[in-house]
C-alpha cells in the first residue's frame, strides 16, 4: 500500500512514488494511464479545494485501486472539453483510461477511487 497526504509531500514527489509503486506491485498496470488519472485527481485537489489531500494505492488480488481524498464535497462534471483555453478534458479522462470510478461523500470532503483491471489496461 502506497500512502502520501499533502502535509508531507507534493505532486511532483507523489508522482514519482506512484511509479516506484507500480514498478514493484502492479507491473502489469499502463504507468502512462495510472499517472495521469493520478494527476488529473490531485491537480483538482489542489485546484479545487481548501484543504489538503491524502492519496492511497493498492494492488489487491489482480487490479489496481487508487483512491484520492480531497476536503471539497462537490462531485467531479463532464464537461465538453475547451482545446482554446484549456479544461474540461480532464474527467472524462479518468473514466475513459478506468475500468471504474467511484465517488464517495464523506462527512468533510469526498473520496474518488479509480479502479483497472488487468483486462482493461493497454499494457496487458
Not at 49 to 75: D, F, I, K
Not at 84 to 111: P, Q
Request: aromatic fraction near 6%.
Amino acid at each position: 500500500m502506497l500512502v502520501l497526504d499533502s502535509s508531507r509531500t507534493d505532486t511532483v514527489l507523489a508522482r514519482r512514488a506512484v511509479v516506484r509503486f507500480l514498478r514493484s506491485r502492479c507491473p502489469w498496470a499502463d504507468a502512462k494511464d495510472v499517472l495521469l488519472v493520478v494527476s488529473e485527481l490531485l491537480g483538482n485537489a489542489v485546484r479545487h479545494t481548501e484543504g489538503g489531500w491524502l492519496l492511497r494505492m493498492t494492488c489487491p488480488q489482480e487490479s489496481l485501486v487508487v483512491e484520492v481524498y480531497a476536503s471539497s464535497s462537490s462531485r467531479p462534471v463532464r464537461r465538453c472539453g475547451d482545446p482554446e483555453n484549456g479544461g474540461g478534458f480532464g474527467w472524462g479522462i479518468v473514466e475513459e483510461v478506468t475500468s471504474s470510478v467511484t465517488i464517495r461523500s464523506h462527512t468533510v470532503g469526498k473520496s474518488v477511487q479509480a479502479v483497472w483491471d488487468p483486462a482493461h489496461t493497454r499494457a496487458a
